[in-house]
């Protein structure tokens, strides 16, 4: 199976099954001598890992990440990268295969069983394999090793949908963000939203979402004209997330319903000297090039497919059946991926700030 790997400088190619043995990332291109412990990526895959709250799937996973090559002890001990390809391996340690053994031969609706099939000819069936949200925990931990590049850049997500229900742009805190199970930066919406996802989760049910990420600290100048537009990469990173469905920068899809007076960000001269723009429809990418000021991007994540509602559906000797999916599974996948969203971010934001310095040499 190709078209493992992302990105052009620094490249990320993630291996394993969601019920296989382990799962993990090959980074290549990190430079050398980047203070980089197993400590560094923890943290990040710890904000993703299941079986957190009532509202995310009950599999419990430590996501306990190992570094097993490209670090080095440097003159004064302390671990840095060699600039070598590192390699990182998340163990899996609770999956409960049995629970899609009734649907090995049927597909399920909203999942990729057939087109894997159509392709393929063979389908790991045991939580999707290569489709399952589970090999974003790989994105996590190289996302963690991209902000190592980039420490000037600051990269924070938050939920603002679910369902219907979305945040009051008013309420936005981002400190709030880590005081909910959602990372909502509205505790209000956080609020409806528990009340809502019990009684989806209750259903068997599910339900989607959209996510948005904002990155500060980003100079002007990363990206390219044409084909190597700094938001052609993100919207490519964000698409290939599993389950989502839709990406936009800045004023996105709404930017049809505003005028040219609107749309255009105005520009005048700062306190500073440097040039202060007077709002953001634009996401920070002009032509492809950041401005300078925060990129943003947002996405929209599907209802999780497998759902506990008997579907309509077809099996690999083309007899027309029904199916319910049994299992753990999120309510709404939306909310974890979150963390996942930062780090494809992290990852397009380190390729194009190496291949800026890569073409113009700062």
């Known amino acids: 199976m190709s078209h493992n790997t992302f990105g052009h400088l620094f490249r990320v190619t993630t291996w394993g099954e969601s019920h296989g043995p382990a ?52 003159a004064s ?7 070598t390809p590192i390699a990182l391996e998340i163990q899996n340690t609770d999956q409960r295969s049995k629970d899609y053994g009734d649907i090995k031969e049927s597909y399920r609706p909203g999942h990729a069983d057939f087109s894997y099939d159509a392709k393929y000819g063979i389908r790991d069936y045991r939580g999707g394999g290569r489709s399952s949200a589970r090999e974003t925990a790989s994105r996590v931990a190289a996302g963690a090793v991209a902000r190592r590049i980039i420490p000037g850049v600051k990269i924070r997500g938050a939920l603002i949908q679910i369902g219907q229900i979305k945040i009051d742009r008013a309420n936005w805190n981002w400190d709030e963000v880590n005081n909910n199970p959602f990372f909502s930066p509205d505790a209000t919406a956080a609020g409806h939203w528990a009340d809502y996802l019990d009684k989806i989760r209750k259903s068997g049910s599910s339900v989607g979402a959209i996510i948005e990420v904002v990155a500060e600290g980003v100079p002007a100048g990363w990206g390219a004209p044409l084909y190597g537009k700094l938001d052609q990469d993100l919207a490519s990173a964000m698409m290939s997330i599993n389950a989502v469905k839709g990406v936009e920068i800045g004023a996105g899809m709404g930017a049809a319903e505003l ?44 209802p999780t497919s497998s759902i506990l509602a008997s579907r309509r559906t077809i099996d690999r000797q083309g007899h027309e059946t029904e199916i319910i999916t049994k299992g753990r599974h999120d309510p709404c996948v939306g909310i974890r991926a979150v963390p996942v969203g930062e780090a494809m971010m992290a990852i397009v934001l380190a390729d194009h700030f190496l291949r800026h310095r890569g073409q113009i040499g700062v």
């Open 23 to 74: 799962i993990g990332a090959v980074v290549d291109g990190c430079p050398p001598g980047i203070g980089l412990e197993e400590a560094d990526i923890q943290a990040y895959l710890d904000k993703r890992k299941p079986g957190q709250s009532r509202f995310t799937t009950q599999r419990q996973e430590a996501d306990a990440v190992k570094i097993l090559s490209g670090v080095f002890p440097d």
């Open 259 to 302: 005028t040219g007076e609107q749309n255009a960000d105005e520009i005048r001269i700062g306190n500073d000297g440097a040039p202060d723009f007077l709002s953001n429809n634009a996401g920070g990418v002009l032509g492809g090039i950041s401005t300078g000021q925060p990129v943003v991007c947002r996405f929209a994540v599907k």
């Open 77 to 83: 001990g302390k671990q840095v990268t060699t600039g």
